[in-house]
């Protein structure tokens, strides 16, 4: 059973700077594609940030390139995203997403807040 927790989230002041994590237990990290979405008070859950399944290449969409950066340690079975100059539009619950390989099968955290104060 593959289990995600997200950390990291809080208020933090607009321009500034955060990282969260994302633990993966339960299965082998390598096996799954990682990624990030996040979903604002009421809005539709919106892709962030994700790896490809070799892990070789990242996407973003343009809401946050260049200003977000996602991340992994393997050996920690953890990934991360670094978020600089954050607006106020940034707010929301942040969801930790891992797609599995083959399968395509994806799993979630349970999120990790992020407010952003202007």
């Known amino acids: 059973q593959v289990q995600l927790v997200e950390s990291g989230g809080r208020l933090v002041q607009a321009g500034g700077s955060l990282r969260l994590s994302c633990v993966l237990s339960g299965r082998t990290f390598d096996s799954y594609a990682m990624g990030w979405f996040r979903q604002a008070p009421g809005k539709e859950r919106e892709f962030v940030a994700s790896?490809?399944?070799?892990?070789?290449?990242?996407y973003y969409p343009d809401s946050v390139r260049g200003r977000f950066t996602i991340s992994k340690d393997n050996a920690k079975n953890t990934a991360y995203l670094q978020m600089n100059s954050l607006k106020s539009e940034d707010t929301a619950v942040y969801y930790c997403?891992?797609?599995?390989?083959?399968?395509?099968?994806?799993?979630w955290g349970k999120g990790t807040l992020v407010i952003v104060s202007s």
């Open positions: 997403n891992a797609r599995e390989t083959g399968s395509g099968m994806d799993y």
């Open positions: 790896f490809t399944f070799s892990g070789d290449s990242t």
